[in-house]
């Protein structure tokens, strides 16, 4: 079933075929441990500014025991947490924003249209809609879980002044 306004058809797409592993999205995500919200990535294309990618919900996720006791839902945040990294990889591996690290530096227009529980696989799809390198980059994301939506919004991304942030051993 098609959604209006979706970014891309599922009849494009081959799960199957993974572009990206966790190994592969690590190379250019920073996020490690409970907060990497990707399993992989199925669909990366530069030209079309078009990024595809999944989470495997496991019964283990940090958020389950919490997050409601008796009926784990996925976080809202962690949803557009998801779409941040699969937006944040499109952007690294295709140098659209020319930045060591892409941080968080918005979210507009984001609903929630459905639940994210353990045994899920949401699929979540990126659309970039404007990019000034050094700047800013302009994303819009959809969330599905069996081809139904159920979150999207817009995103930008900025670039972290990594040299300047203290770290910590």
């Known amino acids: 079933m098609s959604v209006k306004n979706q970014i891309i058809d599922f009849g494009e797409l081959d799960f199957n075929h993974v572009v990206a592993d966790i190994d592969e ?12 919200q990707l399993t ?11 990024c ?16 409601m006791p008796g009926m784990p839902l996925m ?13 944040s990889y499109h952007t690294q591996r295709n140098d659209l924003l020319g930045a060591e ?3 968080f530096g918005g979210l507009e227009e984001v609903r929630f249209r459905g639940v ?37 919004g817009k ?3 900025i670039p972290l002044p990594v040299g300047s942030i203290p770290t910590s051993a």
């Not at 992989?40 to 078009?50: L, P, S, V």
């Open 101 to 103: 690290v892409v941080g």
């Open 116 to 152: 994210v529980q353990p045994g899920s696989r949401l699929v979540i799809m990126g659309e970039k809609v404007k990019a000034r390198p050094g700047a800013m980059i302009v994303s819009r994301f959809q969330g599905f879980v069996d081809e139904a939506m159920v979150v999207e």
């Open 52 to 67: 595809v990618g999944y989470k495997d919900i496991g019964p283990d996720e940090f958020w389950v025991r919490g997050h």
């Open 25 to 36: 999205i690590r190379k250019y995500n920073p996020q490690r441990f409970e907060f990497e």
């Open 40 to 50: 992989a990535i199925i669909f990366d294309d530069a030209e079309r500014g078009i």
């Open 155 to 157: 995103l930008k991304g």
């Open 75 to 87: 976080p809202g945040v962690m949803m557009c947490e998801a779409a941040a990294q699969l937006c």
